[in-house]
């Protein structure tokens, strides 16, 4: 089945709402209308056999009414009193007086139902006879003669059954009525509250990925479908800024390996021009391989990074002595340090412990390490430290070297980015080493920050959480 559209529900649900609280208003209004009705009529023949009752004169088997006729008022209220009443005697059951009106209906109590009368305790008795119906109102009179008698007094339910019906028809008119107002008045607010959503969804598919510069339209009130609208246009911001990292990756990487293939090419090409002794192809070949070791490591440092990226790489979680795994890459790295005349030291401080990736920490300190040797003229110093601080671990890269200048320190993080006097061949690397250590640095939930003095020293600093003591690693 075809989805509804959102306009449909919200007009169904709106109607829906508005039929039950019709049902519900018209019931209660029915209900109250009867009850009010049926407690005014009971009022009036109260009211009525409390009046009657003082005119009403018992000698035996025999009442009468005692009353001037000659007064409107009172002669009014008799006759309308003694419309529908009777008298029976309360012990016997017998009758005594009874209206002419009651007399022509075809009805009458037996001497137990008299009784029966009496000593219930209702007040009220409703008749349906084929005629009329009738509520009449029991009363016992207790005669100054010692006997009792039930009076009766009734009236008809004609107007009020007829009022009832006439409400309820008007209710059962007005429903329909009200069901369609509901559904066109439900359907046009459906219509104007859905109406900047059409809008905001045109303007979104107009959107592709040459046009993310541009945003949603926004009406400035600030309502949630401006909230919606600004959710939107965040959105396009982390979008443009992503595909644009992505575009100035794609350029970078085109870049990168146009130039070492150029210089292979060239070489080639020199190589080729004319005869050559065995040993300048050997030269040739040899300063090639070299070059393709270079292009084979940045295509490993590419991939490495983009996987990482996309969240493909999984880091463990051990126990690592972050002490420990400095001096030995230290050590390690010493006969490269010596052959450039650096001095390498290593200031470890005692058992420095980190949740992590042993593997991936390692790359860490070999990258800054060799960073550091790279950009340190001969003669110089590097120095790697590692303490622990309240709560974190922090290992320090620092040398003597060339410094980095105040325009490229913002930018050393960023892949393929390589400061001024790196550019040259006279330095490898592809400018991806710096946004690798900071990616694990981060997944170590670390931070990595950096301090220069250019042509003095530059100052590398890892912090990463200390391992919770007795933590077992996951
Ligand atoms: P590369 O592999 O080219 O060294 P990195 O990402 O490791 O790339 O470093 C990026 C840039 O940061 C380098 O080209 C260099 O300009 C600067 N840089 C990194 N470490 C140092 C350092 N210890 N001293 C001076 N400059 C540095």
Known sequence: MKPLKLRTKLTLFYAASIT?????????????????????????????????????RFEGNQATLVY???????????????????????????????SQQLQGLNF????????????????????????????LHNDLVRAPNGRSYLLQVGTPLTLRKNALSRSLRIILWLLPSGILLAILSGWWIAG????????????????????????????????????????????????????GQMKDFTASISHELRTPLTVLRGEAEVALVRARTEEDYRRVLESQLEEFGKLSQMIDHMLTLARAEAGQIKLARDHVNLSDLAQSLVEQMETVAASKTITLAAKPDGEVIVIGDSGWLERVILNLLDNAIKFTPEGGRVEVSVRSLPGEAVLEVRDSGIGISTQALPHIFEPFYR????????????????????????????????ESQPEHESVFR?????APANTQPI
Request: net charge negative; with cysteine; aromatic share 8%.
């Open 462 to 466: 890892v912090a990463i959480p200390l």
């Open 20 to 56: 039950l609280l019709l049902f519900v208003a018209g019931a209660l209004f029915y209900n109250l209308l009867s009850y009010q009705l049926d407690r005014d009529l009971r009022d009036e023949l109260q009211e009525r056999t409390a009046g009657l009752r003082g005119y009403l």
């Open 419 to 450: 400061g001024d006097p790196c550019r040259s061949r006279e330095f490898d690397g592809a400018g991806l080493g710096l946004s690798l250590v900071e990616w694990i640095v981060k997944e170590h939930q670390g931070r990595i920050s950096v």
């Open 192 to 243: 104007r509250v859905l109406r900047p959503l059409e809008s905001l969804s045109a303007a979104a598919q107009q959107m592709s990925i040459s046009q993310l510069h541009k945003r949603l339209p926004l009406t400035g009130t600030g309502d949630e479908l401006d909230q919606l609208g600004n959710t939107f246009n965040d959105m396009f911001g982390r979008l443009e800024k992503a595909v």
């Open 108 to 135: 009458q109590y037996t001497p137990d139902e008299v009784r029966d009368l009496v000593r219930g305790s209702a007040s009220f008795t409703g008749i349906e006879t084929d005629q009329v119906d009738l509520l």
């Open 68 to 98: 001037d006729p000659t007064d409107p008022e009172e002669a009014f209220f008799v006759d309308t009193a003694t419309r529908y009443y009777q008298i029976y005697d309360a012990v016997s059951g017998a009758m005594i007086v009874r």
